[in-house]
């Protein structure tokens, strides 16, 4: 009995040296890492334009009608061309409107400068009229109230006008057809009656079926259209009435 009982406490040294060697072995390294870094953002994607800067884009203002040069001979042969049926109810007003801005198309009834801007298009359209020869369509243009209505008839459409102002200036001022990005027109005739030392003016805009003013498209900051000071190489004053002041 006394064998077995010395042998007990070997095997228990033995394992404690077994377990003991087990913690005090040298052990491999052990490398502390860091941990992965977490990915990248992807770059943000372009924010979307605003509706504003949308609509601000530069988009190319549309040409504008160039005006004829005025002839230099009042008198020289022109074709007869109806543009369509000018009608001011206000002064009791409805005849054809010519095209041309010679004595010879004129004394025919109204006339259309050409070059000007077409009825009913973008830009100023310029029109002629007797007071006291011929058919006289512009003899009382003097009495023309804001608000009233320059209607033109042609076979496609129709269009109307309403006046906005008057003034008076003198033969020589062709800048009142000047173009802009607006649907206005301008009718002109000598001032005052029987005399050809003046012209009277009187401006209309283009209005539409509900009787709005229609826009031109917008024009940036600066932007100016080119004035007319004297079309071309045509004569340097508007077309007048053949009647003077000594008449």
Known sequence: ???????????????????????????????ETAPDPAPAAAPAAPAAPSPAKAIGVSVPLPALPVPGPLPLDAYEPTPEVVVGQLRIPALGVDQPLQEGMTLTAIN?????????????????????????????PFGDLDLVQPGDEMIIEMPDRTVTYVAVGTEIVTPESLWIADQSWTYTATTFACH??????????????????????????DVPPGVVPPAVSRPGAGAAVMPGDEVDDAA
């Open 192 to 217: 005052p009656k029987g005399s050809a030392r003046e012209r009277i003016v009187v401006r209309w805009q283009l209005v539409d079926h509900t009787g709005a003013p229609v826009a031109g498209p």
């Open 108 to 136: 025919r009834g109204p006339s259309h400068w050409p070059g000007t801007a077409r009825p009913g298009e973008l830009g100023n359209m310029v029109i002629a009229g007797h007071r006291t020869t011929y058919s006289r």
């Open 1 to 31: 009995m006394a064998g077995p009982a010395r042998l007990r406490p070997a095997a228990v040294v033995l394992a404690l040296v077994v377990v003991a060697g087990g913690c005090t072995s040298a052990a491999a390294p052990v490398l």
